[in-house]
């Protein structure tokens, strides 16, 4: 069974606090993504990665960064947390080849920015 | 620009009967259809993707189809275990990464 991990499953931070989310995937896939979902609004794509150190910006990728030192562990990094940055992360991973292949999801994390 | 149109945005069903979520897209040449199931509290879980219209997949009382424009996920006689919220979603043109519904939340009265 593909496994995808996220290490902390609920924080609670403070505004201007940075905040590391740590996932890690034991499928060996290329790809890996960053999910937040909110109420109403689905989920939307922060960053997703498709090979060590190699990252790119998906739809909302404002007030985030990433890292992705190995291939087994992508990284999300809040720089300074805001309370709009309060929601549900999601971390993925699919295997490379095309977009027609499966992604698979972590656990979430619950992050509330007070 | 792509869209994926989930209803309705919520389903109470009793025990047993039977109905069908919609899943509506538009998006440029179709790469597949993913449903997934997201029970409070925890990430979304796959359960099928679709390539080609006219394509069906069955996972216990879930049954899944496909048109041109469209997905429905089909349940028949559901339990309150199939109680959850049902994500579809569909490739984004030119990306790698999944574009999602905003999910339909099923609940089954016992």
């Known amino acids: 069974d593909v496994k995808v991990t996220q290490s902390s499953r609920y924080l609670v931070k403070r505004t201007g606090e940075k905040v590391f989310l740590e996932c890690v995937q034991d499928?060996?896939?290329?790809?890996m993504f960053w999910y937040r979902q909110d109420p109403g609004l689905g989920l939307r794509l922060i960053y997703f990665?498709?090979?060590?150190?190699?990252?790119e910006k998906g739809d909302i990728p404002e007030g985030y960064s990433v890292s992705r030192e190995k291939k087994e562990r992508f990284s999300l990094i809040l720089e300074s947390a805001s309370t709009n940055q309060t929601s549900m992360y999601l971390c993925?991973?699919?295997?490379?080849?095309?977009?027609?292949?499966?992604?698979?999801f972590g656990e979430g994390s619950w992050l509330t920015v007070v | 620009e792509d869209q994926v149109t989930q209803s309705p945005e919520a389903l109470r069903l009793q025990e047993g009967e039977s109905s069908s979520l919609n899943c509506s897209y538009t998006?440029?040449?179709?790469?597949?259809l993913f449903w997934y199931r997201q029970d409070p509290g925890k990430g979304p879980e796959f359960l099928f993707t679709?390539?080609?219209a006219g394509e069906e997949k069955e996972k216990e009382r879930l049954k899944a189809t496909l048109t041109k424009k469209e997905s429905f996920l089909h349940i028949t006689a559901p339990k309150p275990e199939d109680s959850a919220t049902y994500l579809c979603?569909?490739?984004?043109?030119?990306?790698?990464?999944?574009?999602f519904g905003t999910g339909t939340r099923l609940t089954v009265i016992p």
């Open positions: 979603a569909v490739p984004q043109t030119g990306a790698n990464n999944l574009f």
């Open positions: 499928m060996d896939h290329e790809n």
């Open positions: 993925a991973s699919s295997l490379s080849g095309g977009p027609g292949n499966t992604i698979y």
């Open positions: 990665s498709y090979d060590v150190k190699m990252k």
């Open positions: 998006v440029s040449g179709l790469r597949g």
């Open positions: 679709l390539y080609s």
